[in-house]
């Protein structure tokens, strides 16, 4: 079996390094973290290990989500990594150089979102210590770590990490995916690539930067992230829109659906390196009610912008399978026949059905008991901003 994450990629997941981001990491791995060189691990004996099982058509048990998708007939992110727009490796060779690298430099947000967590969200913990009865009632009873600390969390690289990146992997990179936190409110990030323009053993035109944000910001501090593409091959971007109008704002507290819309156009007036646009909804019960609505004002900005700048954009759902209480597939009953009844058919919404007809993980549903801790944390409800939940709350 070929992987292209197996033979290309290196991640920073919470835990220690991985060759993709589904890989499931067992206490005390071996497969190296924070401060080990990654260019030294990416060669050692237990990713040597995964390539040869991966080469005798073995499943290693850390891939195991591959194996559960690739049984149930689904596309997994094995076969998804062929299209990994980076050199194609040896697959005969167990010896492998990074030419896709993962990047979290940080792991700060300016927005607070409904569905995020400490560890993806360093913010949170603030707002946690100002309320903790609120985030403990919420990991009690829901087994959520909103706002307060309870797993592990991404190991920022160390200057010494940062150092043998310059040396021994940026200089044959061919693609860098920056995440977060939200990678354009981080001053490491415009400082790294800075960096890499001033280094002359890097080729930057040679680079394809990839990006998941919130687009909240085209310009921060001193920097214009449009200043600084110009030296690299390109950026593909993925957007998060989660939500569309009012509820987005109420969803993702310090978040504002117009700003995000003008940003998208701003910067793609102002560069040619874009010419991928992805828009991703990661869809939760709050989603739920409102399913129609997204749909169609996504269809919409995707037909604004490639008829405005000629560009491809691709909208898509993803959904939140944790906290449970969150997941659409965990909403009462009635309320799933309910919306089913009133939804419209249609590509974008086709994920979303299959996910309201799946199999339950809680006996009953919790949206209810979140939606209302939720509210008291950031003092503000949705009877104006989104009144269909309010309805349905309270
Ligand atoms: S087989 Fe799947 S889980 Fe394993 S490294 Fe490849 S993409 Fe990741």
Redesign the pocket.
């Known amino acids: ?1 070929k ?4 033979w290309s ?1 290196l991640d920073f997941k919470p835990g220690g390094y ?7 990491l067992r206490h005390g791995h071996g497969f190296g973290t924070v401060p080990d060189k990654p260019s030294e691990v990416i060669n050692s004996d237990e990713w040597i290990r ?1 390539r040869e099982q ?1 080469q005798n058509d073995e ?2 048990e ?6 559960i998708q690739e049984d149930s007939g689904m596309q ?3 076969q ?2 062929m299209d990994l727009l980076v050199s194609e490796p040896d697959y005969t060779s167990t010896h492998v150089k990074i030419t896709d690298l993962q990047l979290k430099l940080n792991r700060a947000c300016n927005y607070s979102c409904r569905h995020c967590s400490v560890p993806s969200n360093s913010n949170f913990i603030k707002l946690g210590k100002q309320n903790p009865e609120i985030g403990n009632r919420l990991w009690e009873q829901h087994k959520f770590d909103h706002v307060i600390e309870r797993h592990k969390h991404i190991d920022i690289p160390t200057p010494e990490v940062i150092e043998d990146l310059f040396v021994n992997v940026l200089p044959t990179v061919e693609r860098i995916e920056f995440s977060g936190g939200e990678p354009f409110y981080h001053v490491e990030m415009y400082r790294f690539l800075e960096r890499m323009i001033a280094d002359p053993n890097i080729d930057t035109t040679k680079v394809t930067l990839v990006y998941n944000t919130n687009m909240s910001f085209t310009k921060f501090k001193k920097y214009d992230i449009v200043d600084l593409w110009k030296h690299f091959k390109r950026a593909d971007v993925t957007v998060s829109m989660d939500g569309t109008g009012s509820l987005f704002n109420y969803f993702r507290q310090g978040g504002d659906y117009q700003n995000v819309i003008d940003n998208m156009h701003d910067i793609l007036s102002r560069t040619d390196k874009i010419e991928k646009l992805l828009l991703v909804c990661t869809t939760t019960a709050y989603h739920a009610f409102y399913m129609n609505e997204i749909a169609h004002d996504l269809f919409h900005l995707k037909q604004d912008l490639e008829r405005h700048y000629g560009i491809e954009v691709k909208y898509r759902p993803t959904f939140v399978h944790w906290p449970e209480g969150l997941d659409v597939a965990n909403l009462a009953e009635e309320t799933k026949i309910n919306m089913l009844k009133n939804l419209d058919k249609n590509k974008f919404t086709e994920e979303f059905e299959k996910r309201l007809k799946g199999p339950r993980t809680l006996p009953e549903e919790t949206f209810k008991d979140i939606v209302m801790l939720q509210d008291q944390l950031y003092n503000r409800d949705a009877s104006e901003l989104a009144p269909r939940i309010f309805d349905y709350v309270y």
């Open positions: 079996m992987c292209k994450f197996a990629h991985a060759p993709c981001f589904r890989f499931k995964v991966l499943w290693p850390e891939c195991i989500d591959c194996k997994s992110y094995r998804r990594s």
